[in-house]
Structure formats: structure tokens, C-alpha cells
Nanobody
Framework: QVRLVESGGGSVQSGGTLTLSCVVS?????????MAWFRQYPGKEREGVAS???????DYGDSVKGRFTISQAEDKKTLYLQMSSLQPEDTAMYYC????????????????????WGQGTQVTVTS
């Protein structure tokens, strides 16, 4: 069973930076998983923030382009989200997601694409 554990959340002032980490365990083939970061506001659906496919293709949600960077450790067992120029509207619970299915109808930034989820880490940006 794949397990995802996020860390790195916290409180930061507007304009600041924060880096989230997601450690992947429970699989011997982590390189075959598409990985992503999502965020969720209270009472809202989870929205895709950034994704990285097995071929290295990266996508970002429109609201974070140019500010957030997704990356992986060389062994693919840790996923990162470097967030800069943070704004109060970035305040949300951030989740790591993973899935190894290849032929699937959903875009990599759609939550339905993913089977495995972490427990989330809270990011709060104060003005």
C-alpha cells in the first residue's frame, strides 16, 4: 500500500516562501507514479496545484504559475513544492497525491486522476 506523508506547512507572511515535502513509501516502483500537489479551501473541492508525470512533464494551475515549482528527489521518493511570492489566497490545506495508472481520461491536475493521498499539511499566509 502506497503511503504519502506531507510536511513543511506552516504560517508565513505575504510575499514569503515555503517548501512542502511529500515522502512516498510502500512501493518498489515509485518512478512509475504520476505525482501531484492539490490544495483545498474549507467547503471547496480540491484543486490541482502542480503535477509531474513519469516522463517529467510538469503542469501548474493557472493561479500558481511562475510562483510555485514542483520537483522530485532523484530517487523519486520525495516530492517537493517550492512556493514563493505567497499570498493570503494561497492559504489552504495542501495534499500530495499519486497514481500509477497510465491510460486514464483525467488530466493530471484533476483530483479524480489519483488513487493515493496524503493527510495534508496546512499553509497559512498572513497579510
Amino acid at each position: 500500500q502506497v503511503r504519502l506523508v506531507e510536511s513543511g506547512g506552516g504560517s508565513v507572511q505575504s510575499g514569503g516562501t515555503l517548501t512542502l515535502s511529500c515522502v512516498v513509501s510502500g512501493s518498489t516502483s515509485v518512478s512509475s507514479y504520476t505525482m501531484a500537489w492539490f490544495r483545498q479551501y474549507p467547503g471547496k473541492e480540491r484543486e490541482g496545484v502542480a503535477s509531474i508525470a513519469t516522463d517529467g512533464e510538469i503542469d501548474y494551475g493557472d493561479s500558481v504559475k511562475g510562483r510555485f515549482t514542483i520537483s522530485q528527489a532523484e530517487d523519486k521518493k520525495t516530492l517537493y513544492l517550492q512556493m514563493s511570492s505567497l499570498q493570503p489566497e494561497d492559504t489552504a490545506m495542501y495534499y500530495c497525491a499519486a497514481d500509477r495508472r497510465v491510460y486514464i481520461a483525467y488530466h493530471d491536475l484533476e483530483k479524480e486522476r489519483y488513487t493515493y493521498w496524503g493527510q495534508g499539511t496546512q499553509v497559512t499566509v498572513t497579510s
